[in-house]
């Protein structure tokens, strides 16, 4: 995890210039909210246009004149038209100061996570796809009978792309992120966690159509600590996220509880069944295998082919990121020579000079494969058997 390019967050300028009038709110917020679109249309380095713009953007601006600007700023440059608060109006200061760094939590613009750059999981794509992306695009479709789960859950071995496939689902449905991880909930909320969760689902709905992701959900209800309140503080947690999910089913807001983990026998009966929708994340067919080498490793088009097929067939029971560690290490050798020659030189080569890394050899290969070894495969047919017992199925 410590690895992983950490998501893109804003922090909202309302954390840090506190409005301290409450009759003053209402107007402040709404200019902040235009400037902080802003700044987000500006980071991602992208102009918006309609289909760029988030989902709830969108539905946000639908009854609006189509001249307006997507940050809320009409053409002549006045900021005339009233937007819908970023934070719901909290009864008590407590609520609302919990509200504001939970917002700091939303991801705004894209994680930019590709469906393709996911190499494999077709199985969990499908169903991320009919779960989540297509009752946001086409709602009419999912209602009675057919409203769409609430509860998803992503589980498999470590290093597989569960984080991968939730970015790609933000990138791709373009709702307001809520990215809650273990570490956040702990480290702000220790007392307060009912609370905050009370709130997150608030400002959930206040946003929707929203997804809350809850990264690593195991160690986010199962935090045990020495001490008995924390163990308590952590047990209201666990109660108002059930209590608070139920919710879901019966609210029309799109609001999706979107959680992965490894460990997903630690999940209790109560849990799963709010999590209606369960998507196993395995690890990497050889076809899977076959790809994520050639685009991490690819063949020059003057040099000889790669052993592509030793590979794949070497890497039985690698994950997704053991592959990457692998090709790493593989990369590294050609640099390695190149750095025992510049060892040996007295004085530093300039930048414009320094020589170019060789080509990889098959016996650089060799070496990687015999220098990585799989982290993740021990409890593969432990998830393979709890897919068989809870996991959703793709039905042909
Ligand atoms: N299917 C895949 N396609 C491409 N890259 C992958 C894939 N699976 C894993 N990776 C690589 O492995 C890294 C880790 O993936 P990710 O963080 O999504 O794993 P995870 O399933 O969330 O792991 P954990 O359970 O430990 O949190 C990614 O940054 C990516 O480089
Ligand atoms: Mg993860």
Redesign the pocket.
Known sequence: ?A???SLTRWSFQFGRKKVAAATAQTSSESQQNGQTTAVASNGNGHVKNLSDMAVYEQYRNQDRSSTLHSNGVLPNGINEIPQKPLIPAFDSSETRALAESLCRDIIRGSPNVKWE?????ENAKRLLKEAVVMPIKYPKYFTGLLSPWKGIL?F????????????AVATECKTTFFNISASSVVSKWRGDSEKLIKVLFELARHHAPSTIFL??IDAIISQRGEASSEHEASRRLKTELLIQMDGLTRTKELVFVLA???LPWELDAAMLRRLEKRIL?PL?EPE?RRT?FEELLPSQPDEDMLPYDLLVERTEGF???D??LLCKEAAMQPLRRLMTLLEDREEIVPDDELPKVGPLRSEDIETALKNTRPSAHLHAHRHEKFNSDYGSQILQ
């Open positions: 995890m690895d992983e390019p750059s996911i190499k494999g999981l992503l498999g071995p470590p290093g597989t792309g569960k984080t991968m496939l939730a970015k990264d690593e992965a983990t490894n994340v990497p899977a994520m994950s997704g990121s592959i990457r």
